[in-house]
């Protein structure tokens, strides 16, 4: 099927253990971005990507590292989970007018 | 101050009513601007986009844009128990930062049948 995919929808880890966060969208859009989003905050950048091996940082990247290797997936992984980094995960790819298209989302909890 | 500015909210209006959104944006370069619905547990999804000044009309949506007062808003016509929802205003600086969106917080729209 068309469009951007994430996995795993839901997550429930321990503080200290590593995560990764898979992102996968079929429309070949050059931008893809990762944002969290929790109350009070709105969604927030954490990572962006140009292009496949073309990575770079938001407004709230620490604690988290991307890669892109190929262009329709851009995973996102906790190397060593904190419970502030407990959150809904949104990645996105970009359309040609700018705008945004969003996957399902994670919802993470780090315990 | 925020980059990105939205009604604290929540929104209550009465079906049929005229629900009114507004955002504020600092950066005088932003040259493109988005309204994004999100109903609760889900993804936010583009309802609106505007780039020149004025009003664009979507069906019951329009979006209003006045760069030299650094405004946007979305207006609603004819609200309906279904555009309950939290609206999110995002702006892109198109030529700098690799045009990434920039996101106001929302608010939180009801309409009371």
């Known amino acids: 099927d068309a469009g951007i995919t994430q996995s795993p929808r839901y997550k429930i880890t321990e503080t200290g253990r590593q995560v990764t966060l898979m992102c996968h969208q079929t429309?070949?859009?050059?931008?893809m971005f990762w944002y969290r989003q929790d109350l009070g905050h709105g969604l927030r950048l954490i990572y962006y990507?140009?292009?496949?091996?073309?990575?770079d940082k938001g407004e709230v990247p620490d604690g988290y590292v991307v890669s892109r290797s190929k262009t329709e997936n851009f995973p996102l992984t906790l190397e060593s989970a904190t419970r502030s980094q407990t959150s809904v995960y949104f990645c996105?790819?970009?359309?040609?007018?700018?705008?945004?298209?969003f996957g399902e989302g994670s919802r993470l909890t780090v315990l | 101050q925020k980059e990105v500015e939205q009604n604290s909210g929540p929104l209550s209006v009465p079906e049929g009513a005229i629900a009114s959104l507004n955002c504020t944006y600092s950066?005088?370069?932003?040259?493109?601007f988005f309204w994004y619905r999100q109903y609760s547990g889900k993804s936010p999804e583009l309802i609106m986009f505007?780039?020149?000044?004025g009003d664009k009309e979507d069906g019951r949506f329009t979006a209003q844009l006045n760069k030299a007062s650094q405004y946007v808003s979305l207006l609603i016509r004819d609200s309906q128990p279904s555009d309950s929802a939290t609206y999110l205003c995002?702006?892109?600086?198109?030529?700098?930062?690799?045009?990434?969106?920039?996101f106001g917080d929302g608010t939180t729209l009801t309409v009371k049948p």
């Open positions: 950066d005088r370069g932003s040259q493109s």
């Open positions: 996105a790819s970009r359309g040609g007018g700018g705008e945004l298209f």
């Open positions: 995002a702006v892109t600086a198109t030529n700098t930062n690799a045009g990434k969106s920039t």
């Open positions: 429309w070949s859009h050059s931008y």
């Open positions: 990507s140009a292009a496949a091996d073309i990575t």
């Open positions: 505007i780039y020149s000044n």
